[in-house]
């Protein structure tokens, strides 16, 4: 059973274009997260949801919008994609709100045109 | 917030040789440092983590020494093999009631390392 699954694992786009990433955990776990990995590997998160609330929001352009329809469900929305949008979106989950192991999705391969 | 140095950022080692990895943090509150594995177009995974209240941590060949006086964690590997090359990154977490970076990892830059047969 896959614990933390994303799809799409592979996005190719126009600049300009909407897209959306999604991420499951059948983890039971109550936080979930969206990290950047850009093409020097550097993990940066970007947004934090505990049981729908968020709780971290990075400094991140507007154009990116997290939305936690439950606390298993977390999607990701960039508008007017660029070409600096391109990385590895990573979604991650976690048991609490504390430090605890964070298991991460399979990753989406985001490339924009 | 926090911030963590990790290095070096490329470490290549003969099948057997132990590898060392070095992070520093800033953030003398920070009490959970997390290690994690990122093989070639995998995930990161946890492969070893360390609270404030030790000082060293070991699993087989992995060790994770921590100074808190230095504000510095170490991840040792013992008798590498080839299955040990990937980015290994480091990571400081500061006490879940510090508003709003709960559960919060700050993590290094990453450390490649390629273990040669």
């Known amino acids: 059973d896959t614990a933390v699954s994303q799809t799409p694992k592979y996005l190719v786009t126009q600049m300009g274009n909407d897209k959306s990433i999604k991420c499951e955990q059948n983890?039971?776990?109550?936080?979930m997260y969206w990290y950047k990995q850009d093409s020097k590997k550097f993990l940066k998160i970007m947004f934090s949801?505990?049981?729908?609330?968020?709780?971290i929001n990075e400094t991140v352009p507007n154009r990116f919008s997290p939305k936690s329809p439950d606390k298993a469900h977390l999607n990701l929305h960039i508008n007017s994609l660029e070409l600096g949008d391109s990385a590895v979106y990573f979604c991650?989950?976690?048991?609490?709100?504390?430090?605890?192991?964070?298991?991460f999705g399979p990753g989406t391969r985001l490339l924009v045109l | 917030g926090e911030n963590v140095e990790q290095h070096p950022s490329t470490l290549s080692v003969q099948e057997g040789d132990s590898a060392v990895i070095k992070c520093t943090y800033s953030?003398?509150?920070?009490?959970?440092f997390p290690w994690y594995k990122q093989e070639l177009g995998k995930r990161p995974q946890l492969i070893i983590d360390?609270?404030?209240?030790?000082g060293e941590k070991k699993d087989q060949r992995i060790a994770v020494t921590l100074n808190k006086t230095a504000k510095h964690f170490s991840l040792h590997i013992t008798e590498t093999q080839p299955e040990d090359s990937a980015v290994y990154f480091c990571?400081?977490?500061?006490?879940?009631?510090?508003?709003?970076?709960?559960?919060?990892?700050?993590f290094g830059r990453g450390t490649q390392l390629t273990v040669w047969p």
């Open positions: 991650a989950s976690s048991l609490g709100r504390g430090q605890e192991t964070q298991y």
């Open positions: 983890l039971g776990h109550d936080t």
């Open positions: 949801y505990n049981n729908k609330e968020l709780i």
């Open positions: 953030d003398s509150a920070s009490n959970y």
């Open positions: 360390i609270r404030s209240n030790v």
């Open positions: 990571a400081a977490s500061p006490p879940a009631d510090r508003g709003s970076t709960l559960g919060r990892l700050y």
